[in-house]
């Protein structure tokens, strides 16, 4: 039985979704460096 096919499909999935939950989890935990009513600087950096 060959399983290195299936395997490599779960695998790519896996990643797939991984990299969509990192960047939805980065939109959510980025700071803002604009207040948004007021279009001042809040922090220089990050």
Avoid: P
């Avoid at 896996?14 to 279009?39: A, C, V």
């Amino acid at each position: 039985m060959d399983t290195v096919g299936r395997n490599k499909t779960v695998i790519a999935e896996y990643i797939r979704n991984q990299l969509t939950e990192d960047k939805n989890y980065e939109l959510l935990t980025m700071k803002e460096l604009f207040d948004s009513f007021t279009r001042k600087l809040i922090q220089k950096g990050i």
